[in-house]
């Protein structure tokens, strides 16, 4: 019986229903150099911003980079990740300071999944590292996005934020891309406002990487498993 974490294929085919664009979505961390067109970008945003915010904010600004652009962005931060340690500066916690149960472990055999695909074993800091580093190159996909928000906004708007990004994540399935969203980024927010000229008024909420998958790339084979619906909700009712 194939278990979740069975390596797989992503699909290339176009969902055929809603369910299955969100099924058939998973982080996609090897790409093709298939170009996508800029229309598409701008189609897969529209749909996007259809997402709910509350009050109508739309609280969402989008960097789309490409090209030259994009590879500036990724040297600069590989530069930076390289020569320059102050260059890596948190400006909000994406993640607990310190990981409990039952979030360690799931964060744990997601992270060994990927490593085990990769043939990377415990102790192989140097292969780890320069895996962790090909975030920065957007996995080679051709278009990477920058999302960014008012940094004077509440955490209502971050709320609505994800809604925006997983409808980002759906809409690019619905034209036969996939995606890595990346809180890889965020880090080296100094860096990409440098590059991107992006207003100190802007926090870095996360990166993407948009584009085809490469169908011949183990990574591409993890399949993130997930708690059965009885372990995380709760049916309540009063008895008839
Ligand atoms: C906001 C956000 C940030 C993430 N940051 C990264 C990242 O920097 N690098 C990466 O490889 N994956 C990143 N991921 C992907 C998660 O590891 C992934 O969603 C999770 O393991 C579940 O797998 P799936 O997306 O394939 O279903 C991120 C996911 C989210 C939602």
Not at 95 to 113: N, Q
Not at 163 to 185: D, E, K, S, W, Y
Not at 212 to 230: C, F, I, K, M, W
Request: with cysteine; hydrophobic share 40%.
């Amino acid at each position: 019986m194939r278990t979740q974490t069975d390596q797989q294929a992503p699909s290339d085919d176009l969902p055929a229903s809603i369910d299955e664009a969100i099924t058939s979505r998973r982080s996609i961390r090897a790409f093709q150099s298939k170009p996508v067109p800029r229309e598409t970008i701008e189609h897969i945003l529209e749909v996007a911003s259809r997402a709910p915010s509350g009050t109508n904010m739309q609280p969402w600004l989008v960097y789309v980079v490409t090209g030259t652009a994009k590879q500036a962005l990724t040297n600069a931060i590989l530069d930076a990740r390289e020569n320059d340690p102050e260059a890596q500066v948190r400006e909000h916690n994406y993640y607990p300071k310190e990981f409990f149960e039952p979030y360690l472990s799931r964060r744990r055999k997601v992270g060994w999944d990927l490593y085990g695909l990769l043939g990377i074993e415990r102790g192989e800091k140097e292969r780890m590292s320069r895996q962790q580093a090909r975030n920065f190159s957007f996995f080679d996909a051709p278009v990477g996005l920058i999302f960014t928000i008012d940094r004077r906004l509440e955490i209502g708007s971050w709320l609505d934020y994800g809604m925006f990004i997983q409808n980002v994540m759906i809409a690019a399935r619905a034209q036969g891309l996939h995606t890595c969203p990346q809180a890889a980024f965020c880090p080296y927010h100094r860096v990409i406002r440098q590059q991107l000229d992006i207003a100190e008024t802007e926090a870095v909420v996360c990166g993407m990487s948009v584009g085809y998958q490469d169908p011949t790339a183990v990574e591409n084979g993890l399949v993130a498993t997930r708690v059965p619906v009885s372990e995380f909700a709760r049916f309540v009712d009063n008895p008839a």
